[in-house]
């Protein structure tokens, strides 16, 4: 397998045209402080993906399809960003534990500082849970009642995805 692939942005998520995304791997990779096994790079259209990824189907599906879902936030407008904001505000007025991702737990035990960032990592490990092959993970800690919640604002905010 080469170092890097293009890929085109599935169509059922791109609200214009959609520009294909480069897939790159390498390891060490970071997301800030902290080891990552997967970023995206908005601006220069690439999703970075540890080489281990490689041989773990499932991960794979998961950590590729968080890095996919952050190129549909930045897509989303800000009236459906406040709305999944309001979803997770009310998980949060309600304390309600556990999460769907490590990027979003470890941004969740942080809050209230840098709300907008875990709502991004939320959403998109979120988009990973529904979406992706991995049906179960360690990482998926929220409970049920949550989960329900958070499907039915996809499906009633992006239906050409659900």
């Not at 692939?5 to 045209?17: C, G, R």
């Not at 897509?75 to 769907?100: I, S, T, Y």
Request: with cysteine; net charge positive; glycine share 4%.
């Amino acid at each position: 397998m080469t170092n890097s692939t293009w890929a085109p942005l599935p169509s059922v998520l791109s609200q214009s045209n959609s520009r294909p995304i480069r897939l790159v791997w390498h390891g060490g990779l970071r997301d800030g402080a902290r080891e990552a096994i997967g970023g995206a790079d908005i601006r220069r259209r690439e999703i970075h993906l540890d080489p281990a990824l490689r041989n773990d189907r499932a991960d794979y599906s998961r950590i590729l399809t968080h890095e996919i879902f952050h190129f549909v936030w930045v897509r989303l407008g800000n009236p459906r960003r406040e709305a999944w904001k309001k979803v997770l505000q009310h998980e949060l007025d309600a304390k309600a534990k556990g999460e769907l991702g490590w990027s979003s737990q470890w941004r969740k035990a942080e809050l209230p500082r840098n709300f907008p960032s875990y709502s991004c990592e939320s959403f998109c490990d979120t988009a990973a849970w529904l979406f992706s092959d991995c049906r179960e993970h360690e990482d998926y800690t929220l409970a049920a009642r949550w989960r329900v919640k958070r499907r039915a604002w996809f499906v009633a905010n992006l239906p050409m995805v659900c």
